[in-house]
């Protein structure tokens, strides 16, 4: 009974870090994917700037 007890243990233990892990890496991604979010929105402001531009210019 003891055996089978610190089975469970570790095995909930070794569950524990893996889930503590993909959380951290999930967070990671979720935050590479928050900051290219934010340069997209940057870099379509000044497209569209550019754009206003040239058509402006061009007449």
């Known amino acids: 009974?003891?055996?089978?007890?610190?089975?469970?243990?570790?095995?909930?233990?070794?569950?524990?870090?893996?889930?503590?892990?993909?959380?951290?890496?999930?967070?990671?991604?979720l935050k590479k994917i928050i900051e290219t979010k934010m340069l997209m929105g940057e870099v379509m402001r000044e497209a569209a700037f550019s754009l206003a531009e040239a058509k402006f210019t061009a007449g």
């Open 1 to 29: 009974m003891k055996a089978r007890l610190k089975g469970a243990q570790t095995g909930r233990n070794l569950l524990k870090k893996k889930s503590d892990a993909l959380t951290l890496r999930f967070r990671q991604i």
